[in-house]
């Protein structure tokens, strides 16, 4: 029988798996959920990055304690890489700053390529990280333009397997220990072809035993929103985070090119309109 979100017991402890929506911090989406279902005790188990997609483990109550076992198991990536660009945060956060040809490059070349990221390897997180530098934040840094110096750490790529080549795009699927960052492993793997990348999708698809397909979304944890007690009013109103509004996260290059997105679509749906023929009238 499968467990629904009622049959859950918040207070005394549950591992709860979320698919998180874009352009939401891990954080907000623990708000979100402790102030919908009213939950003491929560916390995540394992960041997704604002433009990254898929599996979040939330664990409240006793199950807090759960935490760090969660957080060091493997885990397993998709996503896309686009080729010949590169950026400052390493993904969409902020604007390409380098171009570099790649259309000479063959599919067996970028396959190749990914051979010596497999195993053991030294890898430098993106200074739009969450690692800390003399107490601050990295990406805190980077925001406001300071440099800073990140060191290399061992982490491990058990899988690196290139789904799709098309193009600019090159689609992957990724097994790793904990500690990895997609977006430095899209840096890497540009550098070595010679022509830059970064990452452009990510999703998160397994935990350990946890899958993506398991996952709730926030609208049903929004559904399951206890009612008020009678008479007792909220201390403030509430103010949801709307899914478009990234600038808190930083991230306004990604909100530009949404801009660009939308202003093309309705320019495209206002020529198509302009072109339809009149419908004749009797």
Not at 21 to 44: A, C, E, M, Q, Y
């Amino acid at each position: 029988m499968t467990k629904t979100l009622a049959d859950y017991d918040f207070e005394t402890g549950e591992v709860l798996l979320l698919d998180k929506p874009l352009t939401w911090t891990s954080f907000d989406v623990v708000r979100k959920v402790k102030n919908t279902l009213r939950i003491k005790k929560i916390g995540h188990a394992g960041t997704l990055d604002p433009l990254a997609t898929g599996l979040l483990i939330l664990c409240t109550g006793k199950k807090t304690k759960e935490i760090d076992l969660i957080q060091a198991q493997e885990k397993e990536y998709t996503g896309t890489f686009r080729l010949g660009e590169t950026t400052p945060s390493f993904d969409l956060e902020t604007a390409v700053d380098m171009a570099r040809p790649y259309a000479h490059l063959t599919d067996e070349e970028i396959t190749a390529a990914t051979a010596q990221f497999m195993g053991l390897i030294q890898q430098t997180p993106p200074i739009f990280s969450a690692v800390k530098i003399d107490g601050k934040r990295a990406y805190e840094l980077a925001r406001t333009g300071q440099e800073a110096e990140i060191k290399a750490k061992s982490v491990e790529i058990k899988t690196f397997e290139l789904t799709r080549i098309a193009l600019p795009e090159v689609d992957f699927r990724v097994v790793c220990s904990k500690g990895t960052y997609i977006r430095s492993l899209a840096r890497d793997l540009g550098v070595a072809l010679g022509c830059g990348a970064h990452l452009t999708r990510l999703v998160r698809t397994r935990i350990g035993e946890y899958r993506v397909e398991d996952a709730f979304t926030l609208e049903a944890i929004e559904a399951l929103r206890p009612p008020r007690p009678e008479g007792e009013a909220p201390a403030r109103p509430r103010r949801e985070r709307p899914h478009t509004a990234p600038n808190r996260a930083g991230l306004q290059y990604f909100a530009a090119l949404q801009a660009d997105a939308l202003a093309a679509k309705e320019h495209e749906a206002a020529k198509d309109a302009a072109d339809a023929p009149e419908t004749p009238t009797e």
